[in-house]
């Protein structure tokens, strides 16, 4: 992952998770992520609406220059990658493991934004299918971002985030190292 918020938010996620698939959606404390929030989003899972934006950061909707709660999550991609993103969301909540996706934001006149999106799976009464939890984020912050909105998203590439595949993205707890009190050192005189 590239950007910070999307590396905050993962370790956010992952603590909380703990040994469960996916952490409860009650749990999220916007608190502690107030760091991330003008560019986080939650999704409703429904593959019929689109996976419709519930709540979504100011930075997010100053992004596209308009409000996205209600809007269909794949809507914001470019038509062709509908069916894909709308697959991948399904893996998210399936395989309960993030997802981390390179795309461009396309406007009228500029030339293609680089963002990261995460996807995170949130658990509903042991349902992984009622909610997901995300950043979208540009990679860099564009001088011309609240005059020329982003119109769709264009999808470049994605990875998997589960575990075994991200190691260093998730905390852990480090073992106590014991230091020894007395070290030797090689060398000394030659002769």
């Not at 910070?4 to 404390?29: H, K, N, Q």
């Not at 390179?102 to 009622?130: F, N």
């Amino acid at each position: 992952m590239k950007h910070a918020a999307s590396r905050e938010l993962f370790r956010y996620w992952t603590t909380l998770r703990g040994v469960r698939r996916a952490p409860e959606r009650d749990e999220i404390d916007p608190a502690a992520l107030r760091k991330v929030l003008g560019d986080s989003f939650i999704l409703t899972f429904d593959r019929n609406a689109g996976h419709p934006v519930r709540l979504a950061g100011t930075r997010l909707c100053g992004l596209f220059g308009r409000e996205l709660k209600g809007s269909a999550f794949t809507g914001l991609w470019e038509p062709v990658s509908h069916p894909l993103i709308g697959s991948l969301i399904a893996e998210v909540a399936d395989e309960a493991a993030g997802l981390v996706i390179g795309a461009h934001g396309l406007t009228q006149h500029e030339p293609p934004l680089p963002l990261e999106v995460v996807l995170l799976p949130l658990a509903h009464r042991a349902s992984l299918h009622a909610r997901l939890l995300g950043v979208l984020a540009p990679l860099q912050v564009p001088y011309w971002l609240g005059i020329e909105p982003v119109r769709s998203l264009r999808f470049d590439t994605f990875r998997n985030l589960a575990p075994t595949l991200a190691p260093s993205l998730i905390p852990a707890v480090r073992p106590e190292v014991r230091r020894p009190h007395l070290v030797v050192l090689e060398g000394g005189r030659r002769g």
